[in-house]
């Protein structure tokens, strides 16, 4: 089993909404930079949203998604959220969530745990 399960992926139509949760399937930490990314077919995986860590709690969003998605994280059940909303049809992909990056300097260079995705579907 993925250290970490995805779930609430599904059709929708354009301008609609979906809301995405991520568990861990073990014991992981619940205070590590956590991150929503999606994989659209034939084509690399891309950062969607990244919530820090360590109580810092920052987020940031890729440009396309900004003012339409919220990450957000229950510390206490230990599961990270990504509410989608006016989503487009372009946004068809597979959405995968991650846990505990390492950094270099102040970029991500890798995390240590993934999901094994949920697709997203959204028709015109």
């Known amino acids: 089993q993925a250290p970490l399960v995805e779930s609430g992926g599904g059709s929708v139509q354009a301008g609609g909404s979906l809301s995405l949760s991520c568990q861990p399937s073990?014991?992981?930490?619940?205070?590590?930079?956590m991150a929503w990314y999606r994989q659209p077919s034939g084509q690399q995986r891309e950062m969607v949203s990244v919530?820090?860590?360590?109580?810092?709690?920052?987020?940031t969003y890729a440009d396309s998604v900004k003012g339409r998605f919220t990450i957000s994280h229950d510390e206490t059940k230990n599961i990270l959220f990504l509410q989608m909303s006016s989503l487009r049809t372009e946004e068809t992909d597979v959405y995968y969530c991650?846990?505990?990056?390492?950094?270099?300097?102040?970029?991500?260079?890798?995390?240590?745990?993934w999901g094994q995705g949920t697709q997203v579907t959204v028709s015109s």
């Open positions: 991650a846990f505990c990056a390492s950094y270099n300097g102040d970029k991500i260079s890798r995390f240590e745990y």
């Open positions: 073990g014991s992981i930490s619940n205070r590590c930079t």
């Open positions: 919530i820090r860590g360590q109580g810092d709690g920052t987020k």
